[in-house]
């Protein structure tokens, strides 16, 4: 097993405005997170935010305790959320296991000293994307299914941006202490997600693109909404969206994407919006 941590500084938005494509995509995007039996976990200094990829194939995988984090234990001052983006799997918290199918999520929450994560099948195995964020008390493990999530359809084909979105690790499902996740999938024939865009400066957020078709891409627009910038993705990638940035897309095909966030308050509303016809 090989666990990879790297920790990233907040960038400003004045310090965005000057960077070409390889300082944007230096800072920004997570190339990749997921690797036979690896843990690959990416600090972001907004909000203290993990985000990071779980693996397993040919053993079961244990989540691994960062000298970074000063802590006893990974979750000892943290919460979890994970979502499995793979074949079936399990994820095992303190003795409990919990079997979790494609698209299922699981919260974890502040205390849990043991976490691990198997493959049910290692020719077909789990893709557990996860996110973690500081807590400041401890709320129950709990397993989310889709059908348990809080769905809101959005858009229209006219507009390029039909979509369902699935509430998972919200506050409208469940108790987190700031950690939310969610999941958007993208109709057929729609390409633009969070579009109207908008910022939350209470808030950052971290995207991760999937079910992009092979030979396709998204292009991520990201920066202020009258400084906007953009980064081309590919399939299992992630972008870090600071809370001054905007953070929508548009794919060369319909593409799925996990949305998380961290910050200041719960309130999934909290959005200040831009209209589409000033961005610049």
């Keep these: 097993m090989q666990t990879t941590f790297e920790s990233r500084y907040a960038i400003s938005p004045n310090e965005a405005k000057s960077m070409d494509t390889?300082?944007?995509?230096?800072?920004?995007?997570?190339?990749?997170?997921?690797?036979?039996?690896?843990?690959?976990?990416?600090?972001?200094?907004?909000d203290r935010y993990i985000t990071g990829g779980v693996m397993p194939v040919?053993?079961?995988?244990?989540?691994?305790?960062?000298?970074?984090?000063?802590?006893?234990?990974?979750?000892?001052?943290?919460?979890?959320?994970?979502?499995?983006v793979?074949?079936?799997?399990?994820?095992?918290?303190d003795g409990v296991t919990y079997e979790l199918e494609y698209k299922e999520a699981l919260y974890i929450?502040?205390?849990?000293?043991?976490?691990?994560?198997?493959?049910?099948?290692?020719?077909?195995?789990?893709?557990?994307?996860?996110?973690?964020?500081?807590?400041?008390?401890t709320y129950p493990t709990t397993k989310i299914s889709k059908n348990e999530a809080d769905i809101v359809e959005l858009g229209s084909p006219e507009t390029a941006n039909h979509r369902v979105i699935n509430k998972l690790l919200v506050n409208s499902v469940l108790s987190t202490c700031q950690l939310q996740m969610g999941m958007t999938e993208l109709k057929t024939g729609s390409v633009w997600n969070t579009m109207p865009a908008h910022t939350h400066d209470r808030r950052m957020e971290v995207y991760f693109y999937f079910e992009v078709?092979?030979?396709?891409?998204?292009?991520?627009?990201?920066g202020?909404?009258?400084?906007?910038?953009?980064?081309?993705?590919?399939?299992?990638?992630?972008?870090?969206?600071?809370?001054?940035s905007i953070?929508?897309?548009?794919?060369?095909s319909n593409y799925t994407f996990i949305w998380g966030m961290a910050g200041e308050n719960l309130d999934y509303?909290?959005?200040?919006?831009?209209?589409?016809?000033?961005?610049?």
């Excluded at 074949?87 to 918290?93: E, L």
């Design 247 to 252: 953070h929508s897309g548009a794919g060369t």
């Design 22 to 46: 390889d300082g944007l995509r230096k800072n920004f995007l997570i190339n990749k997170i997921f690797e036979a039996d690896s843990i690959h976990l990416v600090l972001s200094h907004f």
């Design 86 to 93: 793979g074949n079936k799997g399990t994820v095992t918290a």
């Design 109 to 137: 929450g502040k205390g849990t000293k043991s976490v691990s994560f198997a493959s049910a099948d290692q020719n077909s195995p789990a893709k557990f994307y996860v996110n973690s964020t500081p807590a400041h008390c």
């Design 269 to 280: 509303g909290d959005m200040d919006h831009c209209a589409i016809n000033e961005l610049r």
């Design 213 to 222: 078709p092979e030979g396709q891409s998204v292009c991520h627009f990201m």
């Design 224 to 244: 202020e909404p009258q400084e906007t910038r953009h980064i081309w993705m590919q399939n299992e990638q992630c972008v870090i969206s600071p809370n001054w």
């Design 58 to 84: 040919n053993e079961t995988v244990q989540l691994s305790n960062p000298d970074y984090l000063k802590a006893g234990y990974f979750l000892e001052r943290r919460e979890l959320g994970i979502i499995n």
